[in-house]
């Protein structure tokens, strides 16, 4: 989609630090980390957010989840673990309308959620 920067960031036009890639999805490093380790996922494909995605995207969204967990135990996580996130919406916090998992590791995260 033209207009949006996570399409943008998988093009090429606007820099990242690219952390991983495939024919499926990409993944790079949030601009403002909240955490040690603080990463995005997002599938190549435009999906508005993860309750816009249809019946279809069930494959790609459980090969997702399942890079998530390799990606944060490849970036130090696999002993203390991490936390996994999909915003979606505005009561989300949604800000970016291209579905992503944020990944976040490397501190002991609070919850519940503010
Ligand atoms: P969300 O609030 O869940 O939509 O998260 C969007 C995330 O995208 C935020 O954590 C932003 O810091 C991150 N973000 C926005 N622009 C960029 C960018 N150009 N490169 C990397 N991360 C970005």
């Given amino acids: 989609m033209s207009d949006c ?4 960031i998988i093009a090429g036009e606007i820099p990242s630090e690219k952390i991983y890639e495939d024919d499926d ?7 403002t ?3 040690p380790v603080h990463f995005l996922l997002v599938p190549r494909k435009h999906i508005t957010s993860l309750m816009a995605a249809e019946k279809g995207d069930g494959p790609l969204l459980g090969k997702m989840l399942y890079k998530a967990g390799e990606l944060a135990a490849a970036q ?3 002993e203390k673990g991490a936390r996994f996130v999909v915003n979606c919406g505005s009561d989300g916090n949604q800000t970016v309308d291209h579905l992503h998992i944020h990944i976040l ?10």
């Fill in 5 to 8: 920067i996570f399409c943008k």
């Fill in 25 to 31: 999805m990409f993944a790079f490093r949030d601009i």
């Fill in 33 to 35: 980390p909240q955490a």
């Fill in 76 to 78: 130090g996580c696999s």
């Fill in 105 to 114: 590791g490397g501190r002991m995260m609070m919850w519940p959620p503010g």
